[in-house]
């Protein structure tokens, strides 16, 4: 459209390449575009091996992927940092090269037939619990990959693991130690504590406007109102124009007659099973033995329900004679659904085996639904109805409105000729909370020249699928300091939680001079108005007190017996001020178990062997010669 070759000839970037093109060619000829195409321009060198920027654009790429798909369906890409992307991605490049080459000095490698096998087992690649060649190209192709490419990738993960895999498996941790580490970890601890709150306070001061002058001079750095714009806008929101929508009943009607000829109704079904559990106290074979008993008296005559109660090891349906209901596809894992609907009605399959163990799966009914009634689908075949014009008159709409506001000095064409409303919006900047001027396509083009200086309506910018916008700068403002009388209500909460920690201090301080003097706490915190409360046993989880005084509590050194228990104060998180005394220290007397010392002694040794990993990494880079191109 217009506006899209205005975006593309008028741009900044479009023209300083203009630029460059044209300087180039007086400089230096033709030669000097033509011939830089054939060459493979890197971007980084380790140790003399280049990284090239194709293959940099590659992994790139394969990031961003990966970063859009764990957004999710509505990912924008709009959101992803470009800058930030890129450095990450070159940083784990330089790092792969390092290790790729400390690998090849150190002759690992990963035989070709290992790397096929584990390529092979992937279940993104498997239709129908086989591998499939063409699943698997076709899953490679969508992410971007080659076959060769995968392969070499993975060969490269499996060679750089071994390194990792070697230090932590070669890392051990001594039986003391972990007797040691379960010992602190259950260690308990009694103490005295009380926590003076600092909003108790509030009331209790008082704040000059001297003073907040004096804060005002002297932080105004923090009080600063960035560039901004004041701003006329048009929204286009498919959601306001669904509401306005009316829908004749014979279109509706017309529809249910063509989702009538269309329909197939979805086929359920009904069954029942008689299941041989698989477990320690039965294994595979003798579950199949079992199973193949329960054949024989189904052939025999017997009943399916009487045996199923008498024999199913399902307890959620062996007491209704196996029944399972009536259900569609995807309720039952694969080899049970696909062994179901192999069946005929009143048939009963061949032991059917899953991870549950052995079934005998009897076919009851077929249930086809039908189309529902008229009324039963109006509502839903309107709102399809409304939606389908609702998306027809969006979409021509910002046709017509990205058309007009390009040609035109202001927003009144456009508003007059589409029936649309002009809304107002001053002082719009990056930190804007606007439903739409917050949004980060927004921001991207809120400061651009070709608005501010030049004065052009914006592009149709799709904020998301239901709403776009344009836009206009009527006028700019430079970054300014707010004055005083705007900021002066904030500047006079951070003082009057400064003073009300301080006198929080200070209180407490008193208390303690008073208890390390060798008063009583509980009568001193009586007299003061504190809460001072005795803690008996207390151990490291424990989550009913204060985090932040337990874990300070579990920082101090076992008291001194010939020593006066010290009393001390410090800073809450939240501008409070706790006192805390350890009176005692005290060992667990629970056993320690053979199974708590192997797993804890995994646990530290993966731990030291991460560390080590870690620090192999550190030397390998302070070692290589890394250049940034």
């Known amino acids: 459209m217009l506006q899209d070759l205005r975006k593309s000839s008028q741009g900044p970037v479009a023209k300083v390449v203009v630029g460059l093109i044209i300087v180039t060619f007086a400089l230096f000829g033709v030669d000097s575009i033509v011939g830089s195409i054939g060459g493979d321009p890197e971007v980084a060198t380790v140790n003399g091996e280049g990284i090239t920027e194709a293959k940099f654009n590659r992994a790139l790429e394969g990031k961003r992927r990966q970063i859009l798909s764990q957004m999710g369906e509505r990912a924008d890409p709009d959101l992803i940092d470009?800058?930030?992307?890129?450095?990450?991605?070159?940083?784990?490049?330089?790092n792969e090269s390092i290790l790729i080459q400390d690998a090849m000095n150190k002759e690992l490698f990963v035989a070709d037939v290992e790397v096929d096998n584990y390529i092979r087992g992937i279940d993104q690649f498997k239709v129908d619990g086989q591998f499939s060649n063409e699943r698997m190209q076709m899953v490679l192709r969508n992410a971007g990959f080659t076959l060769k490419s995968y392969r070499d990738s993975l060969k490269s993960q499996f060679v750089l693991s071994q390194p990792r895999t070697g230090l932590i498996a070669s890392a051990f941790v001594l039986e003391s130690e972990q007797k040691e580490v379960v010992s602190l970890d259950r260690q308990m601890r009694t103490f005295g504590s009380a926590t003076?709150?600092?909003?108790?306070?509030f009331d209790a001061v008082s704040i000059l406007d001297e003073e907040l002058d004096t804060y005002y001079q002297s932080n105004k750095s923090s009080y600063k109102k960035p560039e901004n714009v004041d701003v006329s806008f048009i929204v286009l929101d498919k959601d306001a124009l669904l509401a306005g929508l009316e829908i004749d009943e014979e279109k509706i009607q017309d529809l249910y007659e063509v989702e009538k000829e269309s329909f197939v109704g979805e086929e359920e079904r009904v069954a029942s099973h008689i299941l041989i559990k698989i477990d320690d106290d039965n294994s595979e074979e003798q579950a199949l033995s079992a199973i193949q008993k329960v054949s024989e008296r189904l052939a025999a005559g017997e009943g399916f329900e009487s045996l199923a109660i008498e024999l199913?090891?399902?307890e959620g349906s062996a007491g209704k004679g196996g029944d399972l209901g009536q259900s569609g596809k995807g309720v039952y894992v694969s080899d049970f659904e696909l062994a179901l609907y192999a069946l005929e009605e009143g048939q009963v399959s061949e032991p059917v085996k899953t991870e549950f163990g052995y079934h005998l799966i009897k076919l009851r009914s077929v249930v086809v639904n039908d189309i529902p009634s008229f009324e039963e689908m109006k509502n839903g075949l309107m709102l399809q109805l409304k939606g389908d014009l609702a998306d027809e008159k969006y979409a021509e709409l910002g046709s017509q409105l990205a058309d007009i506001t390009y040609s035109s000095s202001d927003l009144a064409d456009a508003a007059e000729e589409l029936s649309l409303e002009i809304q107002t919006l001053a002082g719009v900047s990056s930190e804007t909370t606007n439903e739409y001027f917050a949004s980060v396509k927004v921001q991207r083009h809120l400061l651009a020249d070709e608005l501010v200086v030049e004065k052009n309506n914006s592009e149709l910018i799709d904020i998301d699928e239901t709403k776009s916008i344009v836009f206009r700068v009527n006028a700019?403002?430079?970054a300014s300091v707010l004055p005083l009388d705007e900021v002066?209500?904030?500047?006079r909460e951070v003082l009057r939680a400064e003073k009300a920690t301080e006198f929080a201090v200070s209180v407490g301080q008193a208390f303690i001079a008073r208890v390390n003097g060798g008063e009583d706490p509980v009568l001193v915190s009586k007299e003061m108005g504190l809460n001072w409360a005795e803690s008996v046993d207390v151990k490291r989880n424990n989550v009913v007190i204060n985090r932040e005084v337990v874990k300070r509590v579990f920082s101090l050194s076992a008291p001194d017996s010939e020593e006066p228990k010290s009393t001390i104060g410090?800073?809450?998180a939240?501008?409070?001020?706790?006192?805390?005394?350890?009176d005692n220290i005290k060992a667990s007397d629970d056993e320690i178990t053979p199974l708590e010392l192997y797993s804890i002694g995994n646990m530290l040794s993966d731990n030291y062997g991460a560390g080590d990993y870690r620090n192999y990494q550190v030397v390998m880079t302070e070692l290589a010669e890394i250049e940034r191109l």
């Open 574 to 582: 939240d501008g409070s001020f706790a006192i805390l005394r350890l």
């Open 570 to 572: 410090f800073n809450l």
């Open 488 to 491: 002066s209500d904030r500047i």
């Open 196 to 201: 003076i709150v600092n909003r108790d306070y």
């Open 312 to 314: 199913s090891e399902d």
């Open 476 to 478: 700019y403002h430079e």
């Open 82 to 94: 470009a800058g930030l992307l890129r450095s990450s991605v070159l940083d784990g490049m330089i």
